[in-house]
């Protein structure tokens, strides 16, 4: 595992941004697991500033989104298919067709998720995965004691990640209590994976993930063991390392 330590999260955004450019002009029609939440907002801004200065073009490339709420259409303001649209696609030239994400409304659970590892697999797989992390750990929405051989699934989210999500909602009784979430055995089979981490509550965390057990208990512990991973943290996040 590999770790990069920014100044601030302006140059942690700045590093995943020019590593995950760097992945599509070496392979213009890259797989592309993308990841939501407040961490890599900053992400999708700089590659945004990259497509439109020409360095960068999206034409080719494949998304796959690693979870999307239950419960939501893709009109909620708070869907995570609104959230990439405002954030990264409505500003680049990707084709609406090699758009990925949970349908987070459907009435067949098992059927969508078994689709969605189908359509991954279609694609060969992902070539690059780009992750967040949760206060508890999770990586996607797969919370604590999660197995780690699942694939795309139903997941019921722990109250500690309700409530850190409550913050994007104006009425916190709004908060889905469950997502539907790419599995870790679905995330451990991409080619590349690259992990994002700000802020000094997420330290205590990061510092389990990299140093502690494989466990479990703290889902991210996984990437210990995979054959490309690399973690991008501001100083406040590798405070503890």
């Known amino acids: 595992m590999r770790i990069i330590v920014a100044k601030d999260y302006d140059e942690l955004s700045k590093k995943a941004a020019s590593i995950l450019a760097g992945q599509i002009l070496l392979k213009s029609n890259s797989v592309l697991g993308l990841a939501t939440g407040s961490t890599p907002i900053g992400t999708y801004k700089e590659l945004v500033r990259m497509y439109q200065e020409g360095i960068i073009d999206f034409e080719e490339i494949v998304t796959f989104n690693l979870d999307e709420y239950h419960g939501l259409s893709r009109t909620n303001e708070q ?12 500003h680049i030239n990707i084709q609406n067709q090699n758009i990925h994400i949970p349908n987070g409304i459907t009435e067949d659970i098992e059927g969508e998720c078994e689709r969605y590892e189908e359509e991954i697999k279609k694609k060969g797989g992902i070539d690059f995965q780009l992750l967040g992390i ?98 991008i943290l501001d100083e406040a996040a590798a405070e503890l390392l």
């Open 134 to 231: 949760g206060r508890n750990g999770h990586i996607g929405f797969n919370e604590p004691d999660v197995k780690f051989e699942a694939v795309t699934h139903l997941v019921t989210l722990d109250q500690d990640t309700i409530d850190a999500n409550a913050r994007f909602f104006d009425n916190p009784n709004d908060v889905p209590h469950k997502a539907i979430s790419m599995g870790i055995k679905t995330i451990m089979h991409s080619k590349k994976i690259i992990l994002l981490a700000s802020g000094a509550e997420k330290a205590k965390t990061i510092h389990a993930m990299i140093r502690g057990n494989i466990t479990p208990e703290l889902p991210a512990s996984i990437l210990q063991l995979h054959q490309d991973a690399t973690v």
């Open 79 to 90: 869907s995570y298919y609104y959230f990439m649209n405002e954030h990264l696609f409505r």
